[in-house]
């Protein structure tokens, strides 16, 4: 069921997840076109989250924009205060000092593996300073062997920090590690089924990336209506590796998917491992904090595997 409407609001908006957006040139979408998707969300009862980029945008804009409940996400070089999520790159992160952003803002940390492997202790002291983090490993997809294992070195790592940065109440929140302690159901990106994106061409689109990937992969318009081709495939009853998994904070994104294995409903090896090494360390990360009074009766479950592929035949 569609819950959130994306909207793109310029070719450079910001990323927030593991695209890269390459464009440099702006293109603001059409006023018009943006009143067209803000209605669509009025008539669906959706919930719109506002993409920006790096500039201020016209007051015109801002108008619109403001005359419906909305979640702004922004680049952290934007500078607004008024931000629900603030995007990192990995440099501005460590560099900024005050994090001054509105009570509640949640913080987004886009990195590559170059970037984890050689700062991930000043990541580490980011949690220090947040509520929360969520910190998003933008090139999974080159992995190799050496990198996975790397990788869960520094998985265990951040499990151990913030056990250290426990304070008997609060748990530092890195989605990494505390998602899937809190989690029973999977709580994935979900693009083309709990969400849409509204590109700045005043088209429908299942999530940013496919449209900076190709703009001819329309899903449809505000005025038309949503037309997604194969829609089923993006639904997780339809992902039969998925489906059964337990890594419930995996995100499971149908564009890595298909830039992967070709197939949005099936992940590639990476993805899988990653998010198994997780909640792996996830489980004990829950028993450390069990130990100390916290999740009573919750249970992660031990496996023998990180790859579900490895073991397809239990899932049939």
Not at 6 to 34: G, M, Q, W
Not at 147 to 164: A, C, L, N
Not at 284 to 290: A, D, F, V, W
Request: proline share 4%; hydrophobic share 35%.
């Amino acid at each position: 069921m569609l819950q959130y409407l994306i909207i793109l609001l310029d070719d450079t908006s910001v990323s927030f997840c593991h695209y890269e957006n390459k464009k440099t040139e702006r293109r603001l979408i059409p006023l018009n076109d943006l009143k067209e998707g803000i209605l669509f969300a009025m008539k669906q009862n959706l919930m719109v989250q506002f993409v920006y980029p790096a500039y201020e945008l016209p007051e015109s804009y801002q108008t619109v924009i403001e005359s419906i409940d909305n979640h702004k996400i922004q680049p952290a070089s934007f500078g607004n205060t008024d931000a629900d999520v603030v995007v990192y790159t990995c440099r501005e992160a460590i560099s900024e000092t005050g994090f001054i952003h509105k009570d509640g803002a949640a913080f987004v940390l886009r990195v590559n593996k170059e970037e984890l492997f050689a700062g991930y202790t000043e990541i580490l002291l980011l949690l220090k300073r947040l509520n929360r983090l969520t910190l998003v490993v933008t090139d999974i997809e080159t992995f190799r062997k050496e990198d996975v294992e790397r990788y869960g070195e520094i998985v265990s790592t951040f499990k151990k920090g913030i056990m250290e940065q426990f304070d008997g109440e609060s748990i530092p929140q890195l989605n990494l590690l505390t998602d899937r302690v809190r989690l029973d159901k999977m709580n994935n990106c979900n693009a083309g089924v709990g969400n849409i994106t509204l590109a700045p061409n005043g088209k429908f689109y299942i999530c940013p990336a496919f449209y900076l990937e190709d703009e001819a992969e329309a899903a449809g318009n505000p005025v038309d209506g949503l037309d997604i081709p194969n829609k089923q495939l993006y639904k997780l009853n339809y992902a039969p590796l998925c489906r059964n998994c337990d890594a419930f904070h995996c995100k499971r994104c149908v564009w890595l998917n298909r830039k992967t294995t070709l197939e949005v409903n099936t992940p590639s090896h990476e993805q899988c491992v990653t998010a198994h090494l997780e909640r792996n360390m996830s489980r004990m990360l829950l028993k450390e904090l069990q130990a100390k009074g916290l999740f009573p009766g919750k249970e992660i479950k031990a496996i023998d595997y990180t790859d579900p592929f490895e073991v397809k035949e239990r899932f049939q």
